[in-house]
């Protein structure tokens, strides 16, 4: 006998699970716990198998009709129900690992280790408000050029440009991904070169060459704290970021190689960076270790000296100089990159001691070394140049 909605809501469950036949070998199977199940048993190869075709009241009689019946009609083709439901299933899965969203999300793990986590906080929160709603769901391969057109557009049609090319710069690397992980066979973000408007830079103020005499004295005359004026020193001989050399720990230092090892956890680009030292970089050090070489931090912050010196330090003692709007920690590296750039040094070299490049990570792991030789000379050259220029 056929079943019917009202047969099926009154069923109740027993101690033991049984059965409710419907016909061709469909049943609901009522367990213990209450729960009430689809089932459609079948022979096929000659051995009897059973297919699952979901819980009531998730799915109707009327719904399990519609699905006993598809199945019999596979089963009518010399194929087997329960195979192809596997297929299905793993055709789904595979197409729900081929979206953007999980592409995105697939390539955002594997390169987070490299960024600091504020720059990964600022990655994923770009793509979860700009390019997820739009693109998410869509599988990969299949977006146009055009669709990534108009999701770029509509961050630069809000004015902030840096954003609109950040993001286009994030889907072009996840492309990238897709293509190496066989879920796309081209980038369309390549098309879309040139198609936004171009971002006006607004540089960090730095030292032209014709200024840094003024500079170097008013540094040498410098009557703020004597910590504050070694790390301007410092930082100028070194040219790293500011955030790196705030950081800086004395275990960094290594006199007898005369060289900085900064590790990878404190750099943009997460990976360990040397800095050759220069003897005037040396001789810095050597005042700096009589004041700070108790701590473990080449620059502590004056309130808390487990902490690093501030962002600001040296930035308002470039204001006490009368530097403002005129130069900036961040703004040497301008200065010796343009520097060193006009005075033949070949600009991998430069790039390289700037910690500019991303590369590729076993290339990155092995040479974190690469130029030291040429670096080292550079350097050297680069505080020889200074301290000419402070006597011209």
């Not at 409710?20 to 096929?44: A, E, H, N, T």
């Not at 009609?73 to 969203?101: C, I, M, V, Y």
């Not at 970089?281 to 010196?309: D, H, K, W, Y």
Request: hydrophobic content about 40%; some cysteine.
């Amino acid at each position: 006998m056929a079943l019917s909605d009202v047969a099926i809501r009154k069923a109740k469950p027993r101690p033991k699970a049984y059965k409710m036949s419907d016909s061709g070998g469909l049943y609901l199977l009522i367990k213990p716990s209450g729960g009430k199940w689809w089932r459609y048993k079948y022979r096929f190869g000659g051995k009897e198998k059973l297919l699952s075709l979901g819980a009531y009241p998730e799915v109707s009689l009327a719904a399990a009709r519609e699905k006993h019946l598809e199945a019999r009609k596979t089963l009518a083709t010399g194929n087997d129900p329960s195979r192809t439901k596997k297929e299905a299933k793993a055709k789904l899965a595979l197409s729900s690992r081929q979206t953007f969203k999980a592409v995105a999300l697939e390539w955002f793990e594997n390169r987070q280790n490299k960024w600091l986590p504020k720059h990964s906080k600022k990655i994923i929160r770009c793509l979860e408000a700009d390019a997820f709603p739009a693109l998410g769901t869509r599988p990969i391969a299949e977006i146009s050029a055009s669709e990534l057109l108009d999701v770029v557009r509509k961050v630069e049609k809000r004015g902030v440009l840096t954003t609109a090319h950040r993001l286009l710069q994030y889907i072009s690397q996840i492309y990238r991904f897709a293509i190496i992980t066989d879920r796309a066979k081209q980038n369309p973000a390549d098309a879309l070169r040139g198609a936004l408007q171009p971002v006006k830079i607004k540089n960090n103020a730095f030292l032209k060459e014709a200024e840094l005499q003024e500079f170097l004295l008013k540094l040498d005359a410098y009557d703020g704290e004597p910590v504050t004026k070694l790390a301007l020193k410092f930082l100028l001989l070194t040219f790293v970021r500011t955030s790196e050399q705030r950081a800086a720990t004395w275990a960094e230092m290594d006199f007898e190689k005369a060289i900085w090892k900064i590790p990878a956890e404190r750099m943009k680009m997460r990976e360990a960076h040397i800095v050759p030292l220069s003897t005037q970089a040396i001789a810095v050090l050597r005042e700096l270790r009589q004041l700070t070489g108790q701590r473990s931090l080449l620059f502590p912050n004056r309130n808390n000296p487990s902490a690093c010196m501030s962002e600001n330090t040296m930035l308002y003692a470039l204001y006490r100089m009368g530097y403002h709007g005129r130069a900036t920690g961040h703004g040497f590296r301008a200065t010796a990159s343009t520097i060193l750039n006009e005075n033949g040094f070949k600009s991998d070299i430069i790039e390289r001691q700037l910690a500019h490049a991303e590369r590729d990570g076993v290339r990155a792991a092995y040479n974190h070394a690469e130029y030291l030789p040429e670096r080292r000379k550079m350097m050297q050259w680069w505080a020889n140049y200074l301290d000419k220029a402070a006597k011209k």
